[in-house]
């Protein structure tokens, strides 16, 4: 089996990672700093193969790290190396940030849907007014074409008793009448108690 070879001549020495995990778990910060000069690089390149946002990533790596430190008594040896416990938390992690990023543009999509669609108030005024405009078109309708012209001229034109009589070539009692007898059909047709 061949040496390696090494260019500045010298093996570097590369620390015992289990063992700087369990002097981290200890409170040992000289031994995160090391596992940090370590970890630090690989840990960014996962998050940041996930995340793709410079800052996100950096802020995400940042997070990895303070769970490093907070969780390194969680560790356990017979699992697996710590290079590859520190990276499944900071895929994880990266992945949640995704997932939530996605969330919130998911909930803002709503919100804005939600701003634009009509209050339920709004609609269901509009077709209450539909239904009784067609149902006030339907009682006109049942009345006789005298009572029906003096009523549309007087509500829906505005025109005075008087307006109608002179239009209409008739005695204003005629047209006085007509409405009234036009008005209480219309109230009964359309269901209206006094």
């Avoid at 940090?36 to 950096?58: F, I, M, N």
């Avoid at 939530?100 to 849907?113: E, N, P, W, Y």
């Avoid at 149902?135 to 829906?156: D, F, G, I, K």
Wanted: charged share 25%; glycine share 6%; aromatic share 4%.
């Amino acid at each position: 089996m061949k040496e390696p070879v090494h260019i500045s001549g010298l093996a570097s020495a590369r620390p015992d990672l289990p063992d700087l995990l369990d002097r981290v778990a200890q409170g040992d910060q000289q031994a995160f700093s090391s596992l940090y000069d370590v970890v630090a690089g690989p840990v960014l390149g996962v998050v940041r193969a996930v995340v793709r946002d410079p800052a996100q990533s950096e802020e995400v790596a940042q997070e990895v790290m303070v769970v490093v430190w907070q969780t390194a008594a969680r560790y356990r040896r017979e699992l697996g190396g710590v290079m590859n416990w520190v990276l499944t938390l900071a895929h994880r992690r990266a992945v949640d940030r995704v997932r939530s990023a996605q969330a919130a543009t998911a909930r803002d999509h709503k919100a804005a849907l939600l701003e634009q669609t009509p209050a339920f108030d709004e609609v269901a005024e509009e077709v209450d007014r539909r239904l009784e405009q067609e149902q006030v078109r339907r009682c006109l309708r049942t009345l006789s074409e005298l009572q029906r012209q003096s009523v549309t001229l007087a509500y829906y034109r505005g025109l005075t008793y008087r307006e109608v009589a002179e239009l209409l070539t008739v005695p204003l009692g005629t047209v006085k009448t007509r409405m009234r007898d036009g008005l209480i059909r219309m109230r009964d047709c359309l269901g209206v108690t006094a």
